[in-house]
Each structure stands twice: as C-alpha cells, then as structure tokens.
C-alpha cells in the first residue's frame, strides 16, 4: 500500500510540475517574441580583437536610438535592423577603420539559440530568440550579447515592467524564485529542438 500511496505522490508532484512547466514554457515563449537580441561576434579571442568588439559595440549602442528608437514592438525592431542594416554595417566598419583595421561586418536579422543570461536588474532565460547577429570579420572570437527590443540593456535602459506583463517581469526579475521551472523549460525546449530535428 505504500508503494502505491508513493507512487500516487510522485505522479501528483510530477503533474504538479509539469503544469507549472507548461506554463512557464507558454509565458517565455510569448516573451521571446516580444524581444530583440542583439549579438555580436569578435573576429577572434585576441585581445585587441576583443577590444574592437567592445568599442563596435559602444558606438551601436550609442546609435541604437537613431535605429530603433521610434519601434514599438519586436516585429518593429527587427524591421528597423532589417532596414538599417547597411548604416549598422557602415558605421561598425567606420569604428574598426577609426582604430586601424579593416575588417568586414555583416548584419542579419535570425532566429537563435542563447543561454540563460543574467544581467544586472534581470535574465533572460535561454531559448530561441530573434536577433540582430553581427559578425566582424572571421566571426570566431567571443561574443557578447544584450537586448535591443525593448531597450534593457542600452544607456538609460527602461524597467522590464514598462514592456511586459506583471508576471513576465516578475519572471525576468526573481529567476532565483523559478529556477527549477527555468531549468525543466530548458530540458523541455531541448527535447522538442531534437524531436522537430528528427
């Protein structure tokens, strides 16, 4: 009878955690389409290629406002990315030149795979995410990656609250309250990316 009584506990906890898993799967995967990734990839692990990302990144940044600032949603953004993509490219190169190297850039707009990331005030959760990639010159050094849309993490970034829902931001900014249903999302997400693989 205990093994009974056990195995009826273990189903109702493990129903229990699939519905919340469920739940929380639907909530992230409305978030991710209401967000820009930005992406950008170093030529290659050196040092100086890694400073030359990080200064291409500044000016970007500094510019986003030009490119995104009248967006009003995700889509908008990655219209706005889509459009200016040869400005980005342009003015990404001008930084490269400005610091003695010519290199190539390219800008694309895709759909990706990102790790959780936890940034100062809030993380994203991994999952597929739409965003803007640039890759500079051979595109092999590390990244480095933020959100554009809604700005969270550009100068003067907005709170997450002025973008999404009350429980979508309370997932963002509490993720230490839902990591368990972070990390069976993950595990979910990963079993559907090999099953639609296949």
């Known amino acids: 009878m205990r093994q009974i009584e056990a195995a009826a506990a ?41 400073a030359r990302k990080l200064a291409v990144r500044d000016v970007l940044l500094a510019r ?18 889509v459009s200016h ?9 001008g930084v490269l030149h400005a610091l003695g190297r010519e290199e190539t850039v390219s800008a694309e707009v895709v759909d990706m795979p990102f790790d959780t990331r936890v940034y100062d005030t809030f993380t994203m959760p991994a999952g597929r995410y739409t965003a803007l990639r640039i890759v500079i010159g051979e595109g092999r050094g590390h990244n480095w990656w933020c959100v554009m ?23 963002l900014t509490s993720p230490t ?6 990390k069976c999302v993950e595990w979910y997400e990963a079993i559907r990316e090999r099953l639609t693989e296949t």
């Open 10 to 50: 273990l189903g109702l906890a493990c129903a229990v955690l699939l519905g919340g898993t469920q739940e929380t799967a639907a909530t992230l995967a409305a978030m991710r389409d209401d967000v820009l990734r930005l992406h950008i990839l170093a030529s290659s692990d050196s040092d100086a290629d890694q």
């Open 64 to 81: 986003s406002e030009d490119w995104f600032g009248a967006c009003e949603s995700a889509e908008d953004a990655a219209a706005a990315a």
């Open 149 to 171: 849309y809604p700005p969270l993490c550009l100068p003067g970034a907005a709170d997450t609250s002025a973008y999404f829902d009350a429980e979508t931001a309370d997932l």
């Open 177 to 182: 309250d839902y990591e368990v249903r972070f």
């Open 85 to 93: 993509r040869e400005d980005i490219c342009r003015t990404a190169r």
